[in-house]
């Protein structure tokens, strides 16, 4: 069977690798518009590099009254830790010689102000009753939380009370890093082929039942042949499913959001002092993806605090694509739904507008309140962030991610953004389990499947509190994640 990729990120190497490892007769191409693997959103400094295990992220327990709901935060903990069962294999396998390229222990904390301290006492009594969460600590101690965030609490006034939880086994993940190892894993070991300056234009079905790929490879057309075809190109998967004559194409649009960051290189005694990811609560109106926190970053070797994000609106599908290409990929019946989405989301869309005419100088006003005096410890710059293009499903505006696979089981697509990254293996095996489920019929393909994942059942994980620690204790082993961060 004749497999083609699109896309080289995160998403679509770990698709190849899963695809090679549980089925290795499979013929596998990916095809990168860019020059190397991991250079669009999964790039280090294009996201936050969070291991998002819904450790600090408010957003993924909403509150209602005095009733928190943890549903999604569980879901997002345990496709975490399949995530990292997959990474741990490729560790032992040898695929990735050392972890701390691409991963690193970083204090995972939430930190609120007054107004909001009820709501986060509320959140660590529900969340900490889970063995998911049963290392959680709270405090509104200054100098404990202090100990923890240095660079939050250091010249901030006493008497303003604050409150904050954390958790020792957090991680920095460089998905860029991890996604060049897991390419050259792919091409080195698994016999995957990647074709880097490649541009794909349109994809359209044969009528012999094949999907044909046109694209352009450094600037020479090409054309590409696949039983199966998986999109996994970011925001450039919206324009191609437009173009396959799908008939759920037509309820799908992109919805691009743009984000900056603070960005200040530290030493390696700096970062000692922080090693923390501090998540605080969104302002009002404010997407999900613009929760301010100030996070560690280690990127080959090197320590960075980076600050954001702060979004904007900037219509365009991926870095390095123009307004022009996101106008091809409107077509008339995705109007009404971009009129809805500014109707009944105007406060967003205004809060997103505001936030692309912001300076430095603005930026780092923001900094100093979510952390007095650090906007003049370092040296600060901003940069630019990934491309994120949410999903617009039948005219209303939705977060997340969502996989769609055709009837026929031969095209295959991941849409919309965060948590992304860091649970793309736990997703991209549940895309293969609905694109190819003739591989999972096979004796050999669950037995090397139990390999990769001891326990992929979310259910078990979330249910099984000893079966989930062992498979914790194992895979963070296997990582250098220990129970406490070590000095």
Not at 352 to 361: A, Q, W
Request: charged share 25%; hydrophobic share 40%; with cysteine.
């Amino acid at each position: 069977m004749n497999v083609i990729i699109i896309g080289a990120g995160i998403m679509g190497t770990t698709f190849a690798i899963l695809a090679k490892e549980l089925a290795p007769e499979l013929d596998i191409t990916i095809l990168e518009r860019l020059d190397d693997a991991g250079r669009g959103n999964s790039w280090a400094f294009y996201n936050a590099g969070t291991g998002h295990e819904a450790n600090c992220e408010l957003n993924y327990t909403p509150v209602d009254g005095e009733v928190v709901s943890v549903e999604k935060a569980l879901k997002i903990h345990a496709q975490f830790n399949v995530a990292k069962q997959f990474w741990a294999y490729l560790v032992n396998k040898g695929a990735i010689k050392d972890p701390r390229t691409f991963i690193n222990q970083t204090r995972h904390c939430t930190i609120v102000s007054e107004p909001a301290i009820e709501e986060l006492k509320l959140r660590f009594r529900e969340m900490s009753a889970h063995h998911f969460f049963e290392q959680m600590r709270y405090s509104e101690d200054f100098d404990e939380i202090k100990s923890w965030i240095p660079y939050t609490m250091e010249e901030r006034p006493r008497h303003e009370k604050m409150a904050a939880t954390i958790i020792e086994t957090g991680t920095d993940v460089n998905f860029g890093a991890l996604t060049q190892q897991m390419a050259a894993h792919a091409v080195n070991e698994l016999g995957v082929r990647i074709e880097y300056g490649t541009h794909v234009k349109r994809v359209h079905k044969s009528p012999s039942g094949s999907w044909l790929i046109e694209a352009e490879q450094r600037g020479k057309p090409v054309q590409h042949k696949a039983n199966v075809l998986f999109v996994g190109a970011g925001g450039g998967a919206f324009p191609l499913l437009k173009k396959s004559h799908l008939p759920f194409r037509d309820r799908f649009s992109g919805f691009p959001v743009g984000g900056r960051f603070l960005q200040a290189p530290i030493s390696e005694d700096q970062a000692g002092q922080y090693r923390a990811k501090t998540y605080g609560k969104a302002e009002v109106g404010a997407p999900p993806m613009s929760v301010p926190h100030l996070d560690l970053r280690v990127v080959d070797g090197k320590h960075y605090l980076l600050f954001g994000p702060f979004a904007s609106f900037k219509p365009i599908l991926e870095r390095g694509r123009g307004f022009v290409d996101f106008l091809r990929s409107i077509r008339l019946h995705d109007v009404s739904g971009f009129i809805r989405v500014f109707i009944e989301h105007f406060a967003l869309v205004k809060y997103l507008v505001s936030e692309t005419f912001k300076g430095e100088k603005d930026m780092l006003e923001e900094l100093e309140k979510f952390a007095p005096g650090l906007s003049k410890k370092f040296d600060w710059k901003a940069v630019e962030a990934g491309q994120r293009v949410q999903i617009i499903k039948d005219g209303g505006l939705q977060m997340g991610t969502e996989i769609l696979v055709s009837e026929d089981r031969t095209y295959g697509t991941l849409l919309g953004a965060s948590p992304g990254a860091s649970v793309s293996p736990e997703v991209m095996l549940r895309c293969l389990e609905q694109l190819i489920p003739s591989i999972f019929s096979k004796e050999e393909a669950m037995e090397k499947k139990k390999q990769i994942f001891p326990e992929d059942d979310l259910e078990a994980l979330m249910n099984n509190p000893e079966r989930y620690r062992e498979i914790r204790d194992a895979v963070n082993k296997t990582l250098g994640i220990a129970r406490s961060m070590p000095e």
